[in-house]
């Protein structure tokens, strides 16, 4: 075998220091995209990790929780008043607080996603030429109004009170929407999850594919993570973009066939252990004194704020 | 006495910052050496094999190759950079992660030509390479339609064509059929015979002991229990006992039993 071994990989190189001064790498737009992705993977071990935690409300049976969670979400979405949005907001907070959970981290994803899907998206709603009433502020003053087709757009362009009013409503629904669905994503695992939905009859199908999703991200992120690793450890130089955007799009492909080979492994494997098309669950307990008295309480605070 | 090419000082990663990997690891590889780096499932191997290959960066702790830091900061340096992948290499242990090219010949041309080495040079040290390791044959095959054997051979090509110093060789033989394995214990042995640099991550202790390497040892606490030779490490039981590399083993013989200890290596020592 010695004897075999090509003579290019018996030559050294001829230095053992390297060139200088031929600039830094800078990062690209792919390797922010894994770090990204990576993120999905760190996210999923914090959550599990928070959910198992032996505070206040991961001791909750998760039926109440999912209960909590519909029915806050339908208060949340009722409320027209922006004092009752609040102090849901603030009820939410100080159950984070008692749940021991990671305030500023949760908060800063929370704001981020609803300043982009409530703030931005409802923003334009706020101008005087979709929502009419009394101009607070005023952005564009033109000589004389315009007619569009149908609309009239007025000489005044602003944003009115109510149009304003509009936005922060929508902004609170949104960030109070997500604070319920991260707490209680935070305080209970994915498999509690699944068995509470299971146990309220929730379809078996929606379920399957809910549990087969939520471990094909994971198998996705992990496969892509590993993938950009092995490319970094054949890369001497920087990639340019539109190079980065080919190698993605080509290697995309090649991730979805290899998903797709141990999808169909999954499922035999699943198969070969009896697999019927049903979800059969174990270790469903009563629910607590604990439990009753939780939802008894969530249920008195979710009416106080529907009275309001 | 042989040149230093890679050390770690105080090496600790954790994962999530969360879960321990590796802690406080010091290691010094000399040039030419064999050196594993065995240990249970999960001690860590292929955490300190992904650090010494500039993938993840350690969370404490330095670590030195050819006596240049090697840290985030500087393999965002052009210069280093090139000068670093060109000189190591890291087969992974899941092929399939590692190759990413659409057929075999282009994974094998692919770090040859990110190292600008010209497309005639690269092109005859794919094939010199694809003749090795025979998969010739193989060339235009994408790498789903390989086998186990024909993947890791792919995978180690597919590094061996950067014609790197040091190799970095996680769990080589791990799933491979007995002739597979023959085969690659023979080209890391003339792989270390042409003075490259291999340093191997594996619980295979046959394959420590056939190839006669240094040995870090690392316990399930992520640490190393012990620095030696193979011949040493491998004769003390006790230890091997301690960090999980082999287990006591009950058998019936009818109404007998008798208990002995266990491992793959210790079975076919010879």
């Known amino acids: 075998m010695a004897s075999d071994i090509p003579p290019f990989l018996l030559t050294k190189p001829a230095a053992h220091t390297y060139e200088r001064g031929r600039g830094k790498l800078k990062t690209t737009f792919i390797e922010k995209g894994i770090h990204h992705l990576a993120e999905v993977i760190r996210t999923g071990y914090v959550q599990w990790e928070t959910a198992t935690r032996d ?12 209960l909590f969670l519909i029915f806050f979400i339908i208060i ?6 922006i004092l009752a949005e609040a102090l849901i907001g603030a009820f939410l907070f100080i159950l984070m607080l008692v749940s021991r959970l990671n305030i500023f981290r949760l908060y800063k994803r929370i704001l981020f996603l609803a300043f982009i899907f409530g703030f931005l998206v409802a923003l334009p709603s706020a101008f005087n030429f979709i929502t009419r009433g009394e101009i607070v502020l005023t952005v564009l003053r033109m000589p004389k109004p315009l007619s569009l087709w149908i609309y009239m757009i007025p000489a005044e362009i602003g944003l009115t009170r109510e149009g304003l009013y509009g936005v ?7 960030a109070n929407s997500l604070a319920i669905s991260f707490f209680v994503l935070n305080t209970t695992t994915f498999t509690e999850i699944i068995k509470a939905l299971k146990i309220l009859r929730i379809a078996d199908g929606f379920l399957m594919i809910l549990t087969l999703s939520y471990k094909y991200i994971f198998i996705f992120a992990r496969m892509a993570e590993d993938m950009h690793l092995a490319k970094k450890s054949r890369l001497a130089g920087q990639v340019n973009n539109t190079d980065a ?6 290697r995309m492909a090649l991730i979805f066939k290899k ?9 035999k ?11 059969m669950i174990y270790g469903v307990g009563k629910l607590q004194a604990r439990d009753w008295l939780a939802g008894v309480t969530f249920s008195l605070v979710g009416a106080l704020f529907l009275w309001m | 006495m042989k040149e230093e090419i890679i050390r770690l000082e105080g090496v600790s990663y954790s994962y999530h910052d969360h879960v321990p990997a590796v802690c406080d690891i010091d290691l010094a590889i000399g040039e030419g050496d064999k050196y594993a780096i065995i240990g249970a499932n999960g001690c860590g191997k292929s955490t300190l094999l992904q650090i010494m290959n500039g993938l993840i960066y350690q969370s404490r702790g330095k670590f030195f190759f050819r006596g240049h830091e090697v840290s985030e900061q500087a393999l965002r340096d052009k210069g280093f950079l090139r000068f670093f992948r060109e000189r190591v290499g890291y087969v992974f242990q899941d092929s399939d992660v590692q190759l990413f090219c659409p057929t075999v010949l282009d994974e094998l041309l692919y770090g040859p030509l990110q190292l600008e080495i010209g497309k005639e040079e690269a092109l005859a040290r794919a094939f010199q390479v694809m003749e090795i390791l025979k998969i010739e044959n193989l060339k235009d095959r994408p790498s ?9 051979r792919v995978a180690l090509g597919s590094v061996l064509t950067m014609n790197p110093e040091v190799l970095l060789l996680d769990e080589p033989t791990n799933g491979l059929d007995p002739r597979t394995q023959c085969f690659l214990v023979e080209l890391m042995f003339a792989l270390s015979e042409a003075g490259k640099t291999l340093v191997i991550a594996t619980h295979d202790l046959a394959l420590v002991d056939d190839l006669h390497t240094t040995v870090a040892l690392l316990s399930e606490a992520h640490r190393i229990e012990k620095l030696g030779a193979a011949d040493d490490i491998l004769s003390d039981e006790e230890l091997l006992l301690s960090v999980n590399l082999v287990h006591e083993h009950t058998h019936y013989n009818g109404p007998a039993t008798h208990k002995h200890r266990h491992s793959h290596y210790f079975f076919h020592k010879h």
Do not use: H
């Not at chain 1, 922060?168 to 949104?174: D, E, G, P, Q, S």
């Not at chain 1, 955007?245 to 080509?250: K, Q, T």
């Open chain 1, 55 to 66: 505070n206040f409300f991961q001791k909750i049976d998760a039926r109440v929780k999912v």
């Open chain 1, 76 to 81: 949340v979405s009722l409320k027209k008043d």
């Open chain 1, 168 to 174: 922060i409503m929508l902004t609170l629904r949104v």
């Open chain 1, 245 to 250: 955007r080919r190698w993605i799009a080509g």
């Open chain 1, 259 to 267: 998903t797709q080979l141990r999808c169909e492994d999954i499922f």
């Open chain 1, 269 to 279: 494997a699943m198969l070969c252990r009896g697999f019927s098309n049903r979800i």
């Open chain 2, 144 to 152: 789903y339609m390989l086998s186990g054997g024909e993947k890791k």
